[in-house]
């Protein structure tokens, strides 16, 4: 299997993701290290505070290594950024095998909210790329044999961190529940596998207040219509927040359309996607005026997998699969573009060498006031 995940089938799309995010990174001007609660991260460990959050001790211990603050600091973005895209390669091949892990990293090479994790210092990157990452291995080890077990134990401990880090990465524990839909045959192995993955499960859930809230303040919302209405308004109208980079709503229709179209594996399949959605909808929901594309990206991690390698198995899908892959350039384009210019304002960056963006995108982009928050100490309180 190793042999498998270290072909060129998995090597070429993620040497193609580093050339872009690398370059990206090298064109920005991040001197400043944007990231509200990343600097103030970064500002206690270097003065030795005692109440240092768990991402500045580890830029501590890298520091005490040898590699300087700035060095250590970027290294943990890249880190999470590359854990999310391997993740999503392994969790295409737990799907469809090598041409599902081909599509999916094709698909998300310019997605911008992937590369949007790796221009902000803090926890959140690393969150988000061990908690994609983690699932990943949940997924592959129910479509190998008994090595499988190793990987989900694994995933466990990796998720559990990551919830332990920030509890944004909560969705993902729901992903890790819909494992066995990876199955694609019957094996005596499962007999062992299926008690590892309650196990593995056990160990990542979070703890629970005895009020019907999620460590953090998130609250467990009722069974019944509401979040998912709710929710999709909110994502919906995510664009007039000014954050429209995700594509989140679309990715969610397109994912659903595409599933039942492609007419492969219905019986696993469609309730993949059905409860993708509803995770996606239902975490929108939850975090209300905390909505973020860095805190809701992670719950669009099934619907967008499942888009891809439902692409991938029809030759006929595939043009929409390059459509798909062209409006997310132009996104990014335009993200980063728009980016750069707000921070030369806000921070006094150096303007970026990038062309303006076509004017029909860059219009989608309204002044958001959550991003300067975001990306400034004048939201460190609230990040």
């Excluded at 492609?262 to 209300?288: D, N, Q, Y």
Aim: charged share 15%; net charge positive.
């Amino acid at each position: 299997m190793m042999n498998k995940l270290l072909s060129s089938t998995y090597i070429i799309p993620t040497v193609l993701f580093l050339f872009v995010h690398l370059f990206l990174i090298s064109s920005l001007d991040l001197s400043d290290l944007p990231g509200a609660s990343g600097t103030l991260d970064l500002h206690g460990a270097i003065q030795g505070s005692v109440q240092t959050s768990q991402i500045g001790w580890y830029w501590k211990q890298l520091h005490l290594r040898g590699i300087g603050w700035e060095d250590a600091v970027w290294s943990t973005s890249l880190a999470g950024v590359l854990l999310a895209f391997v993740g999503c390669l392994i969790a295409g091949n737990a799907l469809e095998g090598k041409r599902g892990a081909r599509t999916i990293g094709y698909l998300i090479l310019f997605w911008p909210p992937i590369h949007f994790f790796g221009v902000v210092v803090g926890v959140d990157p690393l969150v988000f790329g061990l908690s994609w990452f983690a699932v990943s291995l949940f997924w592959i080890a129910f479509s190998v044999r008994w090595w499988g077990i190793v990987p989900m134990i694994l995933g466990g401990y990796l998720l559990s961190h990551a919830l332990t880090l920030k509890i944004f990465a909560a969705p993902m524990l729901l992903y890790a529940a819909l494992s066995p839909l990876c199955i694609r045959r019957w094996h005596p192995s499962l007999w062992l596998t299926i008690p590892i993955w309650l196990l593995s499960l056990s160990i990542a859930v979070p703890d629970l207040g005895g009020e019907g809230d999620l460590r953090g303040g998130l609250r467990i919302p009722e069974v019944d219509w509401l979040p998912l209405a709710a929710g999709w308004y909110r994502l919906s109208r995510m664009m007039y927040l000014g954050m429209p980079e995700g594509k989140f709503d679309q990715i969610l229709m397109v994912s659903f359309v595409v599933v039942i179209l492609c007419r492969h594996r219905w019986k696993t399949r469609v309730p993949m996607v059905i409860v993708s959605g509803a995770i996606l909808l239902v975490s929108t929901f939850i975090l209300e005026e905390h909505l973020r594309t860095r805190l809701i990206a992670p719950a669009v991690f099934g619907s967008l997998l499942l888009l891809a390698v439902s692409i991938s198995i029809r030759r006929w899908l595939r043009p929409l699969g390059l459509l798909i892959l062209f409006g997310f350039f132009l996104e990014l384009w335009t993200f980063v573009d728009l980016f750069a210019e707000r921070r030369t304002q806000w921070a006094g960056a150096k303007e970026d060498p990038f062309p303006n963006a076509p004017l029909l995108w860059r219009s989608q982009y309204i002044e958001n006031p959550i991003l300067f928050k975001d990306l400034t100490l004048y939201g460190a309180v609230d990040a």
